[in-house]
């Protein structure tokens, strides 16, 4: 009876809007956030992840990796690694592995601190630590280490603040099963270090201040895909304290290229110095409308040799000379020197280029000299990187 009532209604209803005075839109439905069962293509793992979650998925012949981050989030929630060890994971083995993982593995070992540890029910321990992050700010994460077999996963886990959040990546680390070895090969713990959120990722990032109050914003960019990146657009905003935009300043990183598995340094340059209600600042990669590009053809670091060496004068600045060589069958143009600068915590305080000759022939060699002038602490060590356009 209920139901005829109801159809009577909207009939009489819809009769009523016929005149065209008003339209009624319909209400779209709201988004499907239901789980999705995402199975990782070496066969590894499986998790339960809300299907508007976007992923990004790491898949090598030693590494089953994958990262999550929910719609409108700037970094990713949820990172989920995999390895075969080739031998059964004894309980004795994981409390090993656990100490291991924790000093030497962990991609942000130098910038992370352990808070406590605790074993779980179902054989797993949840490590619970904080993350030192570019511009300052701590975040609290936790980790998960677990093992089947052969197999040793490691799972970071981003703590939020809001509680709907917490619950949802609860249900969704309580979801995770490691499944079978699949496509993996034997591989020592140490390939765990090779996982990522992103095929682009920022590193050793150190914010400092000139004697004469230019303040800069020093660091890297990992390369973790499998070819050659295009220099990358990196952009820095000085935030109050409420996050409210004070100053911006962006740049490319350094170089014709990012390798494979290599890095590129960046210095981005604030010459007002840092604003009085400065309180933080946000690196971000890309842009709006940026998108990943190959990189233009460049020679392969076999057809350069070179040696250098450095020294730091009396008045602070880092002077680095050597000698280039083209050691390839073809000719090498546009040679441009990348020099990146560590302090003992590896965090980058300087880095510069330089370009050195128009050209060299095969065989032919040239020295150089690099001058770094500032640098936001005391060196310990360098990388120097040449390249050259064919």
Request: charged fraction near 15%; include cysteine.
């Amino acid at each position: 009876m209920k139901a005829g009532l109801l159809i009577g209604l909207l009939g009489w209803l819809l009769a009523g809007c016929a005149g065209g005075a008003v339209v009624f839109a319909p209400t779209p439905p709201p988004p499907d956030v239901s789980p999705l069962r995402y199975a990782h293509p070496s066969g590894a793992f499986t998790v339960d992840v809300p299907r508007n979650w976007s992923r990004y998925e790491q898949h090598t012949t030693a590494l089953a990796a994958a990262a999550f981050a929910p719609p409108g989030a700037h970094e990713p929630a949820l990172r989920l690694a995999v390895v075969n060890l080739g031998r059964s994971i004894t309980s004795r083995d994981l409390a090993g592995l656990l100490d291991q993982y924790q000093t030497q593995i962990r991609p942000d070992a130098d910038r992370y601190t352990e808070i406590s540890r605790q074993a779980m029910g179902d054989g797993s321990w949840r490590l619970a630590g904080v993350q030192r992050g570019p511009g300052g700010v701590t975040r609290t994460l936790n980790t998960f280490i677990e093992a089947r077999d052969s197999l040793l996963a490691a799972l970071e886990v981003m703590l939020p603040a809001e509680a709907a959040r917490l619950a949802e990546l609860q249900a969704i680390i309580n979801s995770f099963a490691l499944a079978e070895v699949g496509s993996l090969q034997p591989a020592e713990p140490s390939a765990l270090a090779a996982a990522s959120t992103a095929a682009l990722d920022l590193l050793h990032v150190s914010a400092w201040t000139t004697a004469t109050g230019v303040f800069f914003i020093t660091g890297e960019v990992a390369n973790y895909s499998f070819a050659p990146a295009a220099p990358v657009p990196v952009r820095a905003t000085l935030l109050t304290a409420d996050d409210l935009p004070l100053a911006e300043a962006a740049d490319l990183t350094m170089g014709y290229s990012i390798a494979p598995g290599g890095f590129a340094p960046f210095s981005l340059r604030f010459g007002q110095g840092q604003p009085a209600l400065a309180a933080s600042y946000r690196l971000t990669l890309g842009g709006a409308d940026w998108q990943p590009e190959a990189a233009q053809p460049a020679l392969e670091a076999e057809a350069l040799s070179w040696s250098d060496e450095s020294v730091q004068e009396a008045d602070g600045r880092l002077r680095i000379t050597g000698s280039v060589t083209n050691a390839g069958g073809a000719r090498a143009r546009d040679l441009r020197a990348v020099v990146t600068v560590f302090n003992a915590a590896r965090d980058v305080i300087a880095a510069g280029y330089g370009d050195i000759t128009p050209a060299l022939s095969p065989g032919e060699s040239v020295r150089f000299q690099i001058i770094v002038p500032e640098m936001g602490g005391e060196p310990a060590s360098y990388i120097l990187n040449v390249q050259a356009l064919p």
